[in-house]
């Protein structure tokens, strides 16, 4: 079995040091035991890379906190891997869980999510057209308003302007003088 200490298994998982400390410390809150030698280092085995590949997977995901996947993560360890505490008793109902069910669970909720918000913003579209189908509907009874009113403000107007037209029919031109008739 192959034994690995932190910057071991930082380079080994492609993460910065800080970044994997950081992970470690959040299996280790939610109950996962990492061993540790006589002066108190972190070790790390293979089975270990498994789990946090798992939890770093699992923290990939948008609408999961670290924290939550770091849950996840350590509910489905068998009991050995874990310490002694509260999380045994959710250890019996989660053991057959893998990471491809967490994966199911968290994609279903993401489902859900994404469906409510899809719902929501279309409901939110659907009162914004509506809106502006009454807006326009008001514009154009406005505009039909004003054209009427236009109309029967013009049809004096136009009246005056067919009896000057006709006025101008009736009047007889003046006769024409030939070009060197000007003087006269």
Partial sequence: MMVMKVPDMAKRLDLKESAFKKYTILLERQGYLVNRNQQGHRLFTTEDIEIFEKFIELARFDGL???????MVV?????????????DVIAAENEGHNVMT????LLSEQEKQLTQKFDLQKQEMKEQLDRMEKNQNALLLEIRDKLDHQQKESEPATSIVE????????????PKKKFYQFWK
């Fill in 163 to 174: 009896e000057i037209v006709k006025k101008e029919e009736v009047v007889p031109e003046a």
């Fill in 65 to 71: 906190t670290l924290e939550n996947a770091a849950k």
């Fill in 102 to 105: 967490l994966i199911t669970t």
């Fill in 75 to 87: 509910d489905g360890l068998p009991t050995e891997k874990r310490k002694n505490s509260n999380h």
